[in-house]
């Protein structure tokens, strides 16, 4: 699988405004597919880096939508809603923001790094009973949610402009910025929510090299943005084989490591015959650079879990 057949990744800057189902649409209209799908959904207010899956890509989403994330974010002091951002309606406020300190606001975002437990957002995609609870929440209805474990690796605070403060996160997928934002406010005892919000990497991806939705039929665009299949899973150990190993690969059969095949030794501890991985690893399988498999190893052998090779 590669670009030149059509199949690849596309980062694309998402302006405030636009849905994520918008962006698919346009760029299915713009590539003239409808093979387009994206890999996390960002709010309708929020903008930054939106990465599309396009063609067959569209079978490595699962393997790109875990990648941490990235932000700039604004949390507004004082007011309290019920969607956690700008969107909603207030459901509380305060004036005691006046008389915080950038101290105070340091220590209470120093709670918000590492694991954490936080509960998802009354209004998000988070599906209860198979449907989306921001359709449960439009209707008034209110489901206790359990707190699910997310990991934040930075918060930081970047700029203080009270009642606004700016935050630079980078964190695990699934957490939900609104949702720190809310904490944060919860914590210092004015109640907060999110004014803004930036996605300005997913994995080592930068919204710097995305194109703009707007430049998405412009000549060459495309093709300067576009992430080649073997570099969007590039986050995976690589197993290089063989031309004698691909008619295996393409029957989904099982293939010996050191048989046709050979490992990256600076990303998969396993290389010849006589080593075993201990556990199941997930890896990308190639051919000249070409994206074949996703397979796992295990126990010196490549069990292949998606063959793209044609």
């Known amino acids: 699988m590669n670009a030149a057949a059509g199949d690849f990744l596309l980062p694309v800057d998402k302006p405030e ?22 890999t996390g959904t960002l709010d309708p207010f929020a903008s930054g880096l939106l990465l599309l899956c396009v063609g067959r890509a569209t079978r490595l989403a699962e393997y ?34 006046s008389d915080l300190r950038v101290d105070d606001i340091e220590a209470a975002l120093s709670a918000f790094r590492g694991d954490l437990d936080q509960i998802p957002p009354q209004y998000s995609a988070k599906k209860v009973g198979g449907e989306a609870m921001h359709r449960k929440a439009r209707r008034g209805e209110r489901v206790e949610l359990s707190p699910v474990r997310v990991t934040v690796h930075e918060a930081r605070l970047a700029w203080v402009d009270l009642p606004h403060v700016g935050l630079a996160v980078r964190c695990s997928s699934g957490t939900y910025i609104r949702g720190l934002a809310r904490d944060l406010g919860e914590a210092l005892g004015v109640g907060a ?7 300005t990497a997913v994995g080592r991806f930068r919204v710097q090299d995305a194109v703009v939705l707007d430049a998405l039929d412009q000549d060459g665009a495309v093709e300067a943005a576009l992430i080649e299949p073997a570099d969007a899973v590039g986050h995976l150990p690589v197993v290089e084989i063989d031309e004698s190993a691909v008619g295996a690969l393409r029957d989904g059969r099982r293939i010996p ?12 501890h396993a290389g010849g015959a006589s080593n075993e991985a ?28 998606k063959v793209f090779a044609a």
């Open 193 to 199: 929510h999110l004014s803004a919000l930036r996605r």
């Open 278 to 305: 201990r556990v199941p690893l997930l890896v990308a399988v190639t051919r000249q650079r070409e994206l074949l498999a996703i397979a796992e190893l295990e126990a010196g052998m490549l069990k292949p879990r």
């Open 257 to 268: 490591v050191g048989t046709g095949a050979a490992c990256d030794p600076h990303t998969v």
């Open 64 to 97: 790109v939508s875990g990648l941490d994330k990235s932000y700039e974010a604004v949390a507004s002091l004082g007011k309290a809603t019920d969607t956690l951002d700008r969107c909603g309606e207030v459901v509380a406020e305060s004036m005691a923001w």
């Open 17 to 38: 405004g636009p849905t994520s189902h918008d962006v698919v649409t346009a760029a299915r209209r713009a590539l003239r597919t409808r093979k387009v799908g994206h």
